[in-house]
């Protein structure tokens, strides 16, 4: 029996979205496996160029890690400053950017493939945005531990 301010719906909703993204990152590495298979990359680029790229993008992928982690968290610390809203609506929200920060970290490892970057850079950022997305792949647990925070944080309680 769920409480009156729960809405289940949210849940498997938000569990959907994150099965969809999980697996982009799966669907970016066999992109990258039948480029590299039939020898084609689109781009080449000097070693200079692709380090620095690689840096870049590795910077990159550093901060949609951290801001993926933070986004559930930012949506509680707002609740406080606005009107009461719903707690499963606004994590739903929180929990699809959090998604599209983690994917982001793949995309990452998907342009410095088709930049020519050879395998031991790439798996890096394949494996950090699967690890992220399964360690926080919403279950009732974290969903309600959410909640409560949500809560307090919109009654001004702590």
Same mark, same amino acid.
């Given at each position: 029996? /769920?409480?009156?301010? *729960?809405?289940?719906?949210?849940?498997?909703?938000?569990?959907? +979205?994150?099965? !969809?993204?999980?697996?982009?990152?799966?669907?970016?590495?066999?992109?990258?496996?039948?480029?590299?298979?039939? @020898?084609?990359?689109?781009? &080449?680029?000097?070693?200079?160029?692709? %380090?620095?790229? /690689?840096?870049?993008?590795?910077?990159? @992928? !550093? =901060?949609?890690?951290?801001?993926?982690?933070?986004?559930?968290?930012?949506?509680?610390? $707002?609740?406080?400053?606005?009107?009461? /809203?719903?707690?499963?609506?606004? +994590?739903?929200?929180?929990?699809?950017?959090?998604?599209?920060?983690? *994917?982001?970290?793949? +995309?990452?490892?998907? $342009?410095?493939? +088709?930049? @020519?970057?050879?395998?031991?850079?790439?798996?890096?950022? =394949?494996?950090?945005?699967?690890?992220?997305?399964?360690?926080? =792949?919403? %279950? *009732?647990?974290?969903?309600?531990?959410?909640?409560? &925070? =949500? %809560?307090?944080?919109?009654? @001004? /309680?702590?």
């Amino acid at each position: 029996m /769920t409480p009156a301010n *729960e809405d289940p719906r949210y849940l498997r909703k938000a569990r959907l +979205i994150s099965l !969809a993204f999980l697996a982009a990152p799966l669907v970016y590495i066999g992109i990258l496996v039948i480029v590299h298979l039939s @020898g084609t990359v689109s781009v &080449e680029l000097d070693n200079g160029t692709l %380090n620095l790229f /690689t840096v870049v993008l590795l910077v990159l @992928g !550093a =901060f949609s890690l951290i801001q993926g982690f933070l986004f559930p968290r930012r949506v509680i610390r $707002m609740a406080r400053n606005r009107a009461p /809203t719903n707690a499963d609506q606004s +994590i739903y929200g929180a929990q699809i950017l959090r998604y599209a920060c983690f *994917e982001a970290i793949s +995309i990452y490892g998907l $342009m410095l493939g +088709i930049l @020519g970057s050879k395998l031991p850079i790439l798996v890096p950022f =394949f494996v950090v945005s699967l690890v992220a997305m399964v360690a926080t =792949f919403p %279950n *009732e647990d974290r969903w309600r531990s959410m909640r409560t &925070e =949500f %809560n307090q944080a919109g009654t @001004g /309680t702590h």
